[in-house]
């Protein structure tokens, strides 16, 4: 593998007679032996949010400032290009936007403007989200990670351990173009499909390739890749995210083919959440989640502390899960193990023997694991945001007073019932990576 060193370029835009601001994209690249030509810089975008997120009391600061308030390292860029003719599915069509225009307002606040008389305040949630764009949110530097598909399996999990990074598009040498992605739920499906015992090594993972895998395990049923135009409105990422299922939504520059960023449930959240106390509050942030039945509160998968790490695997693939509750001998909840816990078998290289349990393989985060985030089906939709935004974390489970578990609530439900419903948008069910 080799590693190509940053890329800076910037390009200007008018819009309406003002030169909109210059930033810079510095992605930096690592891909295997074979890529033929290094990606070019992001085309710059003009930004015309409705609710101008620069214009503050004083001197204005970048937005990624305020994100990075006491967050985890942003969620990886990459850049890949668009598959012809690809778009994303539109959403279907809401109550109408708070500010139709896509003109920039030129007022210092960042609320809209005053809610016309009798008009709900439901959906302020939505309008706000499609009053900003997916530009808005895109860090002014962020790391790209690409692999070419002529890289073995296990040096490019290993890679994505090296960069800290959960996933990484995918380029294809022969077609000069990116066909697909490498995440944790590769890793994942392929130790579910070859593992034997600790004593029979997993071949497949130590000598295929990528595009060996990819060929037989999706097997004639390559899909697109789904993404997004930075000048699509949060609104529409927040749709794409949830319709199709996916838990990362590349930004793809039209123009240049270039990627700005990975969309997350998460970054998006956090990005709302950052300007939920200067508008008006919905009546049902103050409901509690038995009230407005949000969340999965039906068969809901578990594991015990000495469940092995093998059926554990099993049940994310056969369930389609991102994470399972950990839950002792009296039913109570005490650990939990998700998708991003199993990529430390890939770190320590210890995957070759599944057998172990689930409480040996999670030893290694016991010095900074704060526990459980818990909440109650009696609190109320506020206080879970607040929360899971604060805990930095991809769903809360939900408890009764024994500490037993009564069901789960994600990153997609809150969104989903934020910005989706008062849209009259439907969540599909079973979200996967």
């Known amino acids: 593998m080799k590693r190509f060193g940053s890329l800076r370029g910037s390009k200007k835009r008018k819009d309406q007679g003002r030169s909109s601001e210059r930033r810079k994209s510095e992605p930096h690249g690592l891909l295997a032996s074979g890529l033929s030509s290094s990606p070019s810089t992001p085309t710059q975008v003009t930004k015309q949010p409705t609710f101008p997120l620069e214009s503050y009391k004083h001197e204005p600061e970048r937005l990624e400032a305020r994100l990075h308030s006491s967050s985890s390292p942003p969620d990886t860029g990459q850049r890949f290009g668009p598959p012809p ?116 090594q997993i071949y497949e993972l130590e000598e295929h390739k990528i595009e060996t895998w990819r060929e037989l395990y999706l097997q004639e049923t390559f899909k697109p890749l789904v993404n997004i135009s930075p000048d699509a409105s949060l609104f529409d990422a927040v749709y794409s995210l949830i319709k199709n299922k996916i838990h990362r939504l590349p930004v793809i520059d039209p123009v240049s083919g270039n990627a700005l960023y990975i969309l997350t449930h998460k ?47 099993n049940i994310f693939v056969d369930r389609r899960i991102s994470a399972l509750p950990v839950v002792d001998e009296s039913g109570k909840v005490v650990d939990i193990y998700s998708k991003f816990d199993v990529i430390n078998l890939a770190a320590e290289k210890t995957y070759n023997n599944l057998d172990i349990t689930v409480t040996q393989a999670l030893q290694h985060r016991s010095q900074y694991f704060e526990g459980v985030v818990k909440c109650s089906k009696l609190e109320t939709l506020e206080t879970i945001v607040d929360r899971i935004v604060k805990a930095e974390v991809h769903r809360l489970v939900v408890v009764n007073e024994a500490d037993s578990i009564v069901g789960i609530i994600s990153l997609s439900d809150i969104l989903q019932a934020l910005v989706l419903t008062p849209a009259g948008a439907k969540q599909k069910e079973n979200e996967t990576e």
């Open 267 to 313: 970054r998006i959240l956090k990005f709302l959440q950052l300007f939920v106390s200067e508008m008006p509050k919905p009546a049902f942030m103050k409901k509690n989640l038995d009230e407005l039945g949000i969340g999965t509160y039906h068969n809901i998968a578990f594991i015990h502390p000495d469940t092995p790490i093998i059926k554990a695997l």
């Open 85 to 200: 003719g690809q778009s994303v599915a539109k959403p279907p069509t809401p109550a109408p936007a708070l500010c139709s225009t896509s003109k920039a307002v030129s007022t210092g606040s960042l609320l809209p403007p005053s809610l016309s008389v009798g008009e709900s305040e439901s959906d302020i949630y939505m309008r706000f989200m499609r009053s900003h764009k997916c530009y808005d949110i895109v860090p002014t530097s962020s790391k790209l990670v690409v692999f070419d598909t002529t890289l073995q399996v296990k040096k490019a999990f290993f890679a994505l351990v090296a960069n800290g990074v959960r996933a990484a598009p995918l380029w294809e040498s022969k077609k000069q173009s990116f066909v697909g992605m490498l995440t944790i739920t590769d890793f994942i499906n392929i130790l579910h499909r070859y593992y034997k015992s600790p004593m029979v």
